[in-house]
């Protein structure tokens, strides 16, 4: 059984830091991309984050490109989202989606293209 579990979410100020990390488990880790997929509070889903099977191919949306940071543990099955410079509109739930198909890593991708979530992290930044 495929599984996603976020963690590392909270309450943070303006500023700061937090990293999230997803579990994963019933697949074979090493042969998906991965993604961070946000949704704010009122809006739509955003991806904002890939990442190729090695780890050496990151891509991000304009809105974190700088502040945020993806990478993997293949080792160990886990993705990470690190978060620098936290602002209000990062207060989102992250989710760590798994896409349908091994082996690929798009340039551009929709929601058909993903299979798996996660149940989601909260973040919510806030002085």
């Known amino acids: 059984q495929v599984q996603l579990v976020e963690s590392g979410g909270g309450f943070v100020q303006p500023g700061e830091s937090v990293r999230l990390s997803c579990a994963a488990s019933?697949?074979?880790?090493?042969?998906?991309?991965m993604n961070w997929v946000r949704q704010a509070p009122g809006k739509g889903r955003e991806w904002i984050s890939s990442i190729d099977r090695a780890g050496t191919r990151p891509l991000y949306a304009d809105s974190v490109k700088g502040r945020f940071t993806i990478s993997r543990d293949n080792n160990n099955n886990i993705l990470y989202l690190h978060m620098n410079g936290l602002n209000s509109d990062d207060t989102a739930t992250y989710y760590c989606v798994k896409y349908r198909l091994p082996y690929v890593h798009y340039d551009r991708r929709s929601e058909k293209d993903f299979d798996t979530w996660g149940p989601g992290t909260q973040v919510t930044v806030s002085a």
């Open positions: 019933g697949f074979t880790f090493t042969n998906f991309a």
